[in-house]
């Protein structure tokens, strides 16, 4: 019923930039209220990195505050994370949750994830 598909991973050398999308689509209507960008990397446990939520109010993890950027646009129905200055600390699988308002219901959906590679 709903896909939620990540982009923008790769790999980059460390003090680069990257941008993460995460598109939800839907054959019904609903509305996106809440995203988060996660990531695990080999051997650890996934870890929030950064949320929005419907009013707009953003959260981040202490090892990514001041360098990486949630946003969204409501329009395209899509939750951005614009990371810079990387680090091969940085360097995991990027998962994207969205909350996400059908009828009366609301559900949370997980994308596939985005390799995310930084090398020193």
């Known amino acids: 019923q709903v896909q939620v598909v990540e982009s923008g991973g790769g790999l980059v050398q460390a003090g680069g930039s990257l941008r993460l999308s995460c598109v939800t689509t839907?054959?019904?209507?609903?509305?996106?209220?809440?995203g988060g960008w996660y990531r695990q990397a080999p051997g650890k446990q996934r870890e929030l990195v950064a949320s929005?939520?419907?009013?707009?109010?953003?959260g981040y993890a202490d090892s990514v505050k001041g360098r990486f950027t949630i946003s969204r646009d409501n329009a395209k129905n899509t939750v951005y994370l614009q990371m810079m200055s990387l680090k091969p600390e940085d360097t995991a699988v990027y998962l994207c949750?969205?909350?996400?308002?059908?009828?009366?219901?609301?559900?949370?959906?997980w994308g596939q994830g985005t390799q995310v590679t930084i090398s020193s």
């Open positions: 929005i939520n419907s009013n707009g109010n953003l």
């Open positions: 839907s054959g019904r209507t609903f509305t996106l209220n809440a």
């Open positions: 949750n969205v909350a996400v308002k059908l009828g009366d219901y609301t559900y949370s959906y």
